[in-house]
């Protein structure tokens, strides 16, 4: 294939990327399902449509950019406020992903960290996307405060676990992998102070494009240690909002608008890119069967915990239970990340890897299909914390 060839293909798969999903969305198909479609297709029709490396690297700036931006947005006075009804919200999920990995070691016969990460991959919301999607579910500025809180906590507990879990070979690689996260963690604030102090001072405009550096920088570092490149792009984030009073540029609306504009725009390349790599031998009969019978009941455990915790802990109505249980459902993000973990490191058969999939693509449809408009990547207004738990 000449170089011409290849640089119009490229180009007309970025047009495809930012049109097609979003025209599916008319059909209230969600945009990320809409792009990992396109790389199914793409897999069987053209398998060489644009090189491995370039489409890894722009994948890798999407994935990083949505939880940098995860990490940004998130207020930890919103957990201050509702922290007894999330301490309860907490304990509830720990003890599911504890019963969910029993059942997977006991009755399938699975290891703990294989049966670990597929509790995870059931059951951990994809926070960033059920935030850019809050605007088009119709929900109360309360029930936007529960989703939101419930969501980043599941992400953060799911995140702390899958550390442990991939780590967890020896005692000294959790050790060393454990002192090497304190490390960045330690080292992300003071390199965003030396860098206000040092750079932004004479270049101001640079917040963005310094965060989103050192936001990839971190990715790349946490996946070297083994634990994927949204934990460091996270991490990344958090230190940047913690720093908001002493470095008011790197958190502000304005950063945190163009962060989630430059993730609008990469994001769609991991979802065509994880739809790229998915392997025939997935797509079968078998792996439709059972991921429709792990949707059929894992979504209604999700939802109905939820649902049965607001319901008898807050005395909320039926139907404002159900909206909140229900946007939490989608796991788009984790399941994909945590799939193809499980298929790499763990070896996993094609049939399950294959119904993780479905059952990612069916639980991030439905408060698109359930709630009130279709899925839309914009972000939500300023929230307003709820009462209650």
Do not use: C
């Amino acid at each position: 294939m000449s170089s011409t060839t290849e640089q119009v293909l490229f180009l007309g798969l970025i047009v495809s990327l930012m049109v097609i999903p979003r025209v599916l969305q008319r059909w209230r198909i969600p945009a990320p399902l809409g792009a990992f479609a396109m790389g199914l297709l793409g897999a069987l029709a053209l398998p060489q449509l644009v090189s491995g490396k370039v489409l890894h690297v722009l994948a890798t700036l999407g994935i990083s950019a949505v939880f940098l931006f995860a990490g940004v947005d998130l207020e930890p006075s919103d957990f201050r406020r509702g922290r007894w009804p999330l301490l309860g919200n907490l304990v509830v999920n720990a003890l599911a992903l504890a019963a969910v990995s029993w059942a997977a070691v006991h009755y399938l016969q699975m290891r703990w960290q294989v049966a670990a990460l597929l509790a995870l991959a059931l059951l951990t919301p994809s926070t960033g996307f059920i935030l850019n999607a809050l605007p088009s579910f119709g929900l109360r500025d309360d029930e936007r405060y529960w989703v939101t809180i419930k969501a980043v906590a599941g992400e953060l507990l799911a995140l702390a676990v899958m550390f442990v879990v991939l780590e967890s070979h020896s005692w000294q690689a959790l050790s060393l992998s454990t002192a090497a996260l304190l490390a960045l963690m330690v080292a992300l604030p003071v390199v965003l102070l030396l860098l206000g102090r040092y750079v932004i001072v004479v270049a101001p405009g640079s917040e963005f494009s310094l965060l989103v550096m050192v936001g990839v920088v971190a990715a790349y570092v946490t996946f070297g240690l083994g634990v994927e490149y949204l934990l460091g792009a996270f991490l990344a984030g958090f230190a940047a909002r913690m720093l908001r009073g002493r470095l008011p540029g790197m958190a502000s609306e304005r950063n945190l608008h163009a962060i989630e504009m430059f993730a609008s725009f990469f994001v769609p390349f991991y979802f065509f890119d994880s739809g790229l790599h998915v392997p025939a031998q997935s797509l079968s009969l078998r792996a439709l069967g059972l991921g429709l019978a792990i949707t059929a009941v894992a979504l209604p455990l999700r939802i109905g915990m939820v649902w049965l915790q607001r319901l008898f802990i807050r005395g909320e109505s039926l139907r404002g239970s159900l909206r909140v249980a229900t946007a939490l459902t989608p796991t788009l993000v984790f399941t994909l990340v945590l799939a193809g973990l499980l298929r790499e490191r763990f070896g996993i058969d094609d049939t399950l890897y294959g119904a993780l999939l479905l059952y990612a693509g069916l639980s991030t449809w439905l408060p698109s299909l359930a709630l009130a408009q279709p899925f839309v990547l914009e972000r939500m207004p300023a929230r307003e914390a709820g009462q209650g738990g």
